[in-house]
C-alpha cells in the first residue's frame, strides 16, 4: 500500500513546533524581563535640563533631551530631577555596574554553549531542554532575593540562569534536525525561534506593567513560575526523535524520517509502526579540523558577532535609553520597548511564508534567499540607527526608528541562521553552539562598553548615545560585506 502524506499535513512536528514556540517566548521574557527591572530597582542620577530655566540652558549639548521637548509624553518635574516611580529604587548601581550586570548573563551563556550542542547531540534534546527550564524558573524566582544580598550575589544568578539558557538554543537545533523535513525546515525553525520575539515582547511588556503595578520583584517572580510549568506538557508531548514518539501517524514518521534520509527503507510492523531497515549506527566524531577549514561557517561567525553586537546592545539598553534620555514613564517604558519587537515577530513570520513560497518555486538557490534576508537585514537595521543617532530628542521618530531597526533585523530568522542546519544536519547543534558562543560575547562586551561610554557626569547625553549607536553600524557594515562574499547554504562534504 502506498502511503502518500505531504508537507501541508498537519501533524506531531507541528505539536512539537506549538512546545518549542512557546518554550523560547517564556525563556526570553525571563532573559528581557532584567531590561526593564533594571530601570525600576535602581536609582536614577539623570539630571534633566529645565529649558524655563536660564540658568540651565547653556547645559543642554551636554545633557539629556530637556523635559519641554517630552511634554507630549506627560513627563513632568519640579526640580530638575527624574520624578520618582511608584516603586522604592534601592540600589545605588551606576551606568557601568548595569552594564556589568547586564553582561553577568552572557558569561554564562557562553560557556555552556557548545558543550549544550554536544549533549544534546549524544542523548537527544528532550532531558537537557526540560531540565534547564526548570533550573532558569528556579533562579529566576530567587533573583530577587539575590539582588538583596549585593551585587555579586547578583551576578552569580543571572550568570546562572545564561548557563542554563545557553543550552536550550542548540538542543532545539538538534531536536529539529530530527524533525524538520528539508522542504520545511526554514518554516518550522524560524516559527520556534520566533518564539524569542514574542517572549521580548510580553517580557517587556509585562515587565513594564507589573513593576509599576507589584513592584519589579513581581517580574522574576512570574517569569520564573510560567518557565516551571511550561515543562509539564514538555515531559509528557516532546520526544527526541520521530521514530521514539508512540501517537505518531504511520506515514508522518515516514515522511520525516525518509525526507532527511533518502536511501532509508521503512518495513512494517504488527502493530502498525515503522522504523528503518537497516540499523541506526553510532554518531561518528565530530569533524572539529574539517569545520574550522570551512570558510562559510566562518562567515556565519563573523555574520553572529556583528549582528548580535546591535541585537543586544538594543535588547538590554533599550529600555534605558528610553528613560534616561526620552524621559518615558515606566509603564510606557515598557510598552514602548517591546513594540520594535513585535514587529520583528510580524517581520519573522511573513518572512517565513514569503521565503518558503520562493524555495517552493525554486526562483533562486537556498544561498541566494539566505544572502538576499541577512544583507537585508544587516543594511536596513544599520541604516535605521543611522536614523536614531541623529533624530535626537525627536522622540516620536526615535521609537519609529527603533521599530524599524529591530524589526528588518527578524530576517536573519530567514537568513544566515538556517544556514547551519542547511550546510550540517548531522552536526547542527554543534554549529549553533558554536555560532552563540560568538555571538554571545558581544552580549558581554557591549553592555559594558555603553556603560562605560554612558558613565560619568554628563555621561546620559544624546552625544554619547550617537556613539554607541554608531559602533554598531560599522559593525553591521562590515559583516555585510564579509558574508555576502562568503556565505553559504551548500551542504559541507565532512556532513555527509
Not at 525571563?30 to 530597582?41: E, I, K, Y
Request: net charge positive; proline share 5%.
Amino acid at each position: 500500500m502506498e502511503y502518500k502524506y505531504h508537507s501541508g499535513r498537519v501533524g506531531q512536528r507541528h505539536a512539537l513546533m506549538v512546545l518549542a514556540f512557546l518554550g523560547c517566548m517564556f525563556m526570553y521574557a525571563t532573559r528581557v524581563g532584567l531590561s526593564v527591572s533594571m530601570v525600576a530597582m535602581t536609582k536614577s542620577t539623570v539630571k534633566i535640563v529645565n529649558l524655563n530655566s536660564e540658568t540651565n540652558s547653556s547645559r543642554i549639548i551636554v545633557e539629556v533631551c530637556p523635559l519641554l521637548q517630552t511634554k507630549p509624553l506627560k513627563v513632568s518635574s519640579n526640580n530638575g530631577t527624574v520624578p520618582a516611580r511608584k516603586q522604592s529604587r534601592t540600589f545605588d548601581w551606576d551606568s557601568e555596574t548595569q552594564g556589568f550586570l547586564h553582561g553577568a548573563f552572557f558569561y554564562g551563556y557562553l560557556v555552556s554553549q557548545i558543550p549544550g550542542g554536544w549533549v544534546a547531540h549524544k542523548i537527544g534534546a528532550k532531558i537537557p531542554m526540560a531540565a534547564s527550564m526548570v533550573i532558569i524558573g528556579i533562579l529566576t524566582i530567587i533573583s530577587p532575593f539575590a539582588a538583596d544580598g549585593g551585587v555579586w550575589a547578583f551576578f552569580v544568578v543571572r550568570l546562572l540562569v545564561g548557563f542554563f539558557q545557553g543550552v536550550v538554543y542548540p538542543s532545539i537545533t538538534v531536536l529539529w534536525s530530527e524533525w524538520a523535513p528539508p522542504a520545511e525546515r526554514g518554516r518550522l525553525l524560524s516559527v520556534t525561534y520566533s518564539g524569542s520575539q514574542l517572549g521580548t515582547v510580553m517580557g517587556m511588556f509585562l515587565a513594564g506593567f507589573l513593576a509599576e503595578a507589584y513592584g519589579w520583584e513581581s517580574i522574576f517572580y512570574c517569569f520564573g513560575v510560567l518557565l516551571i510549568l511550561w515543562v509539564v506538557p514538555w515531559i509528557f508531548l516532546a520526544y527526541d526523535s520521530p521514530s521514539k514518539h508512540p501517537r505518531i501517524s504511520h506515514a508522518e514518521k515516514k515522511y520525516i524520517i525518509t525526507s532527511l534520509n533518502p536511501d532509508f527503507e521503512m518495513e512494517y510492523c504488527d502493530h502498525g509502526s515503522s522504523k528503518p531497515i537497516k540499523p541506526i549506527e553510532e554518531k561518528p566524531p565530530v569533524p572539529c579540523l574539517a569545520i574550522l577549514k570551512t570558510v562559510p561557517i566562518w562567515a556565519l561567525l563573523v555574520a553572529e558577532f556583528g549582528h548580535n553586537w546591535g541585537f543586544y546592545v538594543l535588547l538590554t539598553n533599550l529600555p534605558t535609553y528610553l528613560n534616561n534620555i526620552l524621559h518615558f514613564s515606566l509603564k510606557s517604558n515598557g510598552a514602548l520597548s517591546a513594540m520594535p519587537y513585535l514587529v520583528r515577530w510580524f517581520v519573522t513570520i511573513l518572512s517565513v511564508c514569503l521565503s518558503d513560497w520562493i524555495l517552493t518555486k525554486n526562483f533562486c538557490t537556498p544561498t541566494v534567499l539566505r544572502k538576499i534576508f541577512s544583507i537585508g537585514a544587516f543594511v536596513g537595521t544599520g541604516s535605521a540607527l543611522v536614523g536614531v543617532a541623529y533624530a535626537g530628542c525627536d522622540a516620536t521618530a526615535a521609537v519609529a526608528l527603533f521599530a524599524l531597526a529591530v524589526g528588518l533585523s527578524g530576517w536573519v530568522y530567514v537568513g544566515y541562521l538556517v544556514q547551519y542546519t542547511e550546510m550540517s544536519p548531522n552536526y547542527a547543534g554543534i554549529l549553533i553552539g558554536l555560532g552563540n558562543t560568538v555571538g554571545t560575547t558581544t552580549g558581554i562586551i557591549a553592555p559594558y562598553v555603553v556603560g562605560v561610554l554612558t558613565s560619568g557626569e554628563g555621561g546620559q547625553s544624546v552625544e554619547n548615545w550617537q556613539n554607541v549607536f554608531f559602533i554598531a553600524v560599522g559593525l553591521y557594515g562590515f559583516i555585510t560585506v564579509i558574508y555576502g562574499a562568503f556565505g553559504s547554504s551548500v551542504r559541507q562534504k565532512w556532513d555527509k
